[in-house]
């Protein structure tokens, strides 16, 4: 099986290593520069914005199937294109994808299908005055979110009625270009996150073992939000009747209800919640797999990965090649160069990767290069520490032994990923 892989972060890497793992056979290949994905995929010089070019190099190389791993290319329409030419594909058309790059059409589409969610409104430069109103109707904390997709970086809660209004404003007036021009604005829900993936073609699907990320840049949830410096799985804040209630009242009504409206979603959707006092509401939807909830959900799953994959790109969801996960818990640690989310220096050589990997752990890379045969750090997010363990406790000590080993000029981790997993064990 060839496999085009886009996309160049530690989703990426995970999801190279997950293919390898079951399809060993499978020929990858890569058009990115991170050193973990080219330590299993072979490099292709291709433009990832260039659809057209994506589609004849698949079509001249002979790949059965393009796994496309974030969020752009798929809202751009890569999977539409990709149709076109029956060149099948792991991901949502551009139609589907919207139920992440567009939150307002995601609210919306939750009360049409009563899906529980935080109560907003949504209004677009035009209606300043209106959004003015309805923030004054609100209690702060007030979450202020850019419609449109924003690097992670489109979502402000604040913490004042005057900050809601400036950052309407400046919302309004181009911070994040077109992303900005309809904001939503909405209620402040209380709780724990947790990070629902669910496989599916459109109509069947498979749920895989709940994750938590943590987002703040600092221990205890402090800071500025990032990417992810860190996530675990399963995690014990969701019981099994929690589960079966977020199916029944978010995943299954989410999948019909996009299907019933004929964008049928297939691919990986994940539901990012927030849970208070047992209830689950969406906080957000994502049309793809999470960074970092990948690398500590895929290393769990049993049975034939790529095949599975393949299975739903060809638009039937095959079950029998899903066999569970394994009883055990993976916690993965995120190194992040000094500095980020904000500005950080890049290119310092890391050392003892090798050093984690003989502990027992998987290294997976984010923002790495190969430079002059060594590695060198090319990202704020530079690696994920995963350890595997009976229980979550074990595995956070594996990872975080493991990213001790581990050397960069600049490293910096948050030192309690895990750590509230451990709180709801009862
Ligand atoms: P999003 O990009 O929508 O996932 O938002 C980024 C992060 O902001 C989420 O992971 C939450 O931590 C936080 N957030 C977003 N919406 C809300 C909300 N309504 N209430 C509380 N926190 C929120
Ligand atoms: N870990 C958050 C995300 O992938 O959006």
């Known amino acids: 099986m060839n496999i085009l892989l886009v996309g160049n972060g530690g989703r990426e890497h995970a999801l190279a290593w997950k293919i390898k793992q079951s399809t060993p056979q499978a020929k990858l290949f890569s058009a990115g520069t991170n050193a973990g994905i080219l330590s299993l995929a072979d490099y292709v010089q291709l433009d990832e914005n260039n659809f057209t070019e994506i589609a004849k190099f698949c079509t001249t190389q002979k790949i059965d199937l393009v796994v496309v791993g974030p969020e752009a290319p798929l809202s751009r329409g890569l999977v539409n294109e990709l149709k076109k030419e029956s060149i099948p594909a792991f991901g949502p058309t551009k139609e589907a994808a919207r139920i992440e790059s567009s939150k307002s059409f995601a609210k919306e589409f939750m009360i049409r299908h009563n899906i529980p969610t935080a109560s907003f409104a949504s209004f677009d430069s035009s209606q300043e005055t209106k959004a003015m109103e309805y923030i004054s109707t609100l209690n702060p904390p007030i979450v202020v ?217 998987i290294v997976f890379h984010s923002g790495t290069k190969k430079l002059n045969g060594k590695i060198v750090t090319d990202g704020g997010r530079v690696l994920g520490v995963v350890g595997i363990s009976h229980s979550l406790e074990a595995s956070i000590a594996k990872a975080y032994e493991g990213a001790k080993l581990i050397n960069f000029q600049n490293k910096y981790y948050r030192t309690d990923i895990g750590k509230k997993g451990l709180r709801y064990i009862k």
Do not use: W
């Not at 419609?147 to 979502?155: E, F, I």
């Not at 496989?199 to 990417?227: E, V």
């Not at 004929?262 to 959707?269: I, Y």
């Not at 994940?270 to 509401?281: C, E, F, R, S």
């Open 145 to 361: 979110k850019a419609d449109g997709l924003a690097a992670g970086k489109g979502v402000v809660i604040c913490n004042s009625h005057d900050e809601a209004r400036s950052t309407v404003k400046s919302m309004f007036s181009g911070i994040f270009k077109e992303a900005g021009k309809k904001v939503v604005i909405e209620e402040y829900l209380e709780g724990d996150e947790a990070s629902i993936l669910a496989l599916t073609d459109g109509s069947d699907y498979i749920i895989l073992p709940t994750a938590q990320d943590h987002k703040r840049i600092f221990d205890n949830d402090q800071g500025k939000n990032t990417g992810g410096m860190g996530s675990y799985a399963p995690t014990p804040l969701i019981s099994n009747d929690l589960i079966a209630e977020i199916e029944a009242s978010i995943i299954r009504p989410a999948i019909k209800g996009m299907a019933d409206e004929g964008c049928p979603f297939a691919g990986c959707l994940y539901a990012g919640l927030m849970i208070h006092q047992n209830k689950p509401k969406v906080v957000e939807f994502n049309c793809r797999f999470g960074d970092p909830e990948t690398q500590a959900v895929l290393p769990l799953l049993q049975g034939d990965f790529s095949s599975l994959l393949y299975s739903i790109a060809e638009g039937k969801l095959n079950k029998s090649y899903y066999a569970g996960y394994e009883n055990k818990f993976a916690c993965c640690v995120i190194l992040a160069s000094k500095g980020y989310p904000d500005s950080y220096e890049k290119g310092f050589e890391i050392t003892g990767i090798e050093n984690a990997e003989n502990s027992g752990c």
